[in-house]
T-cell receptor
Framework: GENVEQHPSTLSVQEGDSAVIKCTYS??????FPWYKQELGKGPQLIIDIRSNVGEKKDQRIAVTLNKTAKHFSLHITETQPEDSAVYFC?????????????FGTGTRLTIIP | GAGVSQSPSNKVTEKGKDVELRCDPI?????LYWYRQSLGQGLEFLIYFQGNSAPDKSGLPSDRFSAERTGGSVSTLTIQRTQQEDSAVYLC????????????FGNGTRLTVT
C-alpha cells in the first residue's frame, strides 16, 4: 500500500518568513495530493490540493509543488502569519483504481514566532 | 450549511465496555471515512464507505471494531470490549464522491478507555 513520509515533524519560523514542508510517497500510481491544516481541537481542513498532471499550484500565500519522478511534493507558505500556526498534514491517493483511500503523512507542527 | 457532525465529542469508558461513535455526514456526500488519531500522531485510516457499502475496511485494527452506514447517511463505529490502546480521537469525514474530492472532517470523538 501507499506510504507517505513527512518532514519536518516540527517547524518554527519568524512571522513574515517562509515555511516549507516536504512529503514523499511510495506508490507511483498515486495521482492526488491534498494538504490539510488542523487546529487544536478541530478536524483537519483542506487548504490546497494538486493532481498529478500539474507541477505547481498556488493560492495566495500557499503553493504546492509536485515532482512525480522523485515522488515528492511540498507545501510552501510565504509571508507567514500567527494564524498559520497549526499542524499540517500531506496526503496521497490513487483515485482511478477504485481505491478511494487517502493516506496521510505524520504531520508537521508549524509555529509562527511573532 | 452544516458540516460533518460527530457525537459524542468526548467519551470516557471502562476497559471491556462497548462504545458506539456516531457520524452525520454532509447531506448528499456519498463517501464517508473513519480515521483514528492517537495523541500527537497522524491520521490512521480505518474504513471507507461509498453509499452503504464498505469497499475498503482494511484499516480496522481488529475484529473488535466494526462500522455500518445506513440510508447512505449516518454511520456508526462500534468498538467492542474496549482496551486502553483504543484511546484516541476518532475522526469522521465525508466527501461528495470519494478521495478525488475534498474530505470534510468532523471535530472528532475523543475516546478515553480507563
Amino acid at each position: 500500500g501507499e506510504n507517505v513520509e513527512q518532514h519536518p515533524s516540527t517547524l518554527s519560523v519568524q512571522e513574515g518568513d517562509s515555511a516549507v514542508i516536504k512529503c514523499t510517497y511510495s506508490d507511483s500510481a498515486s495521482n492526488y495530493f491534498p494538504w490539510y491544516k488542523q487546529e487544536l481541537g478541530k478536524g483537519p481542513q483542506l487548504i490546497i490540493d494538486i493532481r498529478s498532471n500539474v507541477g505547481e499550484k498556488k493560492d495566495q500565500r500557499i503553493a504546492v509543488t509536485l515532482n512525480k519522478t522523485a515522488k515528492h511534493f511540498s507545501l510552501h507558505i510565504t509571508e507567514t502569519q500567527p494564524e498559520d500556526s497549526a499542524v499540517y498534514f500531506c496526503a496521497a491517493a490513487r483515485t482511478n483504481f477504485g481505491n478511494e483511500k487517502l493516506t496521510f503523512g505524520t504531520g508537521t507542527r508549524l509555529t509562527i514566532i511573532p | 450549511g452544516a458540516g460533518v457532525s460527530q457525537s459524542p465529542s468526548n467519551k470516557v469508558t471502562e476497559k471491556g465496555k462497548d462504545v458506539e461513535l456516531r457520524c452525520d455526514p454532509i447531506s448528499g456526500h456519498t463517501a464517508l471515512y473513519w480515521y483514528r488519531q492517537s495523541l500527537g500522531q497522524g491520521l490512521e485510516f480505518l474504513i471507507y464507505f461509498q453509499g452503504n457499502s464498505a469497499p475498503d475496511k482494511s484499516g480496522l485494527p481488529s475484529d473488535r471494531f466494526s462500522a455500518e452506514r445506513t440510508g447512505g447517511s449516518v454511520s456508526t463505529l462500534t468498538i467492542q470490549r474496549t482496551q486502553q490502546e483504543d484511546s484516541a480521537v476518532y475522526l469522521c469525514a465525508s466527501s461528495l464522491k470519494g478521495a478525488n474530492s475534498p474530505l470534510h472532517f468532523g471535530n472528532g470523538t475523543r475516546l478515553t478507555v480507563t
